[in-house]
């Protein structure tokens, strides 16, 4: 029996996130560069997004290029732009015929001139798209997302739009690059590392994480399966126990 068998179609999760890791290493064995790795990286995301769309998701984030990886070699940096650039350009046609709107979270004015233009057209495009909404985060990292919230509720702070003693875990959110966005229920990492880097902190805090040895450029359907089976298989409890999960079930059933 395929993993896609064994999943429970009403309690899929409603947002996944993925830290899309492993590019390098799958080229290096190859004996290849890492912008090899990060061109089959893209048939990964293709299936992947495939994938939670005919399941019926409702959000999809990748981690696409976090705000760290600037400080990559510069060869990598501008093969990665126009891999970028040529993706959207490509995929866009896609996108509006299985109805996924494209969103993007992340400090996109450090992102090149053309590779903003085709983001912001994409965006525009896909808007009206009613199915899954595919999240790109780009040049993001969640320390500076939290930094910009902060500043941003000083300026209201400041103007008096913000009382400082209104702010509260349900201001916080309105601020984030995520305000439209629901907080991933499932979060998977490739490639055999057991951390967050950076990524959507705030957010994370109640999160199922799966971790998994397997590359991204060989990340497939079924490894997304078997992830999302994974997360049916545990009890979500919030901070309470197993006893009083049970008795709201009992009282919403």
Known sequence: MSFLEKIDRSRLPGHIAIIMDGNG?????????RLFG?????ES???IVEGAAELGI???TLY???????DRPADEVSGLMELLVDTIRKEVPTLNKNN???????DTDMLPENARRELNEAIAETSVNTGLRLVMALSYSSRWEIVRAVKLMAADVKTGKLQPEDISQETIPQYLATREIPDPELMIRTSGEFRISNFLLYQLAYTELYFTDTLWPDFRKENLYEAIVNFQQRERRFGKTSDQMKQEQELNS
Request: charged content about 25%.
């Open 38 to 42: 990060h061109l089959h990286g893209v």
């Open 100 to 106: 996924i709107r494209l969103m993007v979270i992340g």
């Open 25 to 33: 290493r799958w080229a290096r064995e190859k004996g290849h560069d």
């Open 64 to 70: 696409a290029f976090s705000t760290e990886n600037w």
């Open 58 to 60: 409702g959000y999809l």
């Open 45 to 47: 995301v293709r299936n």
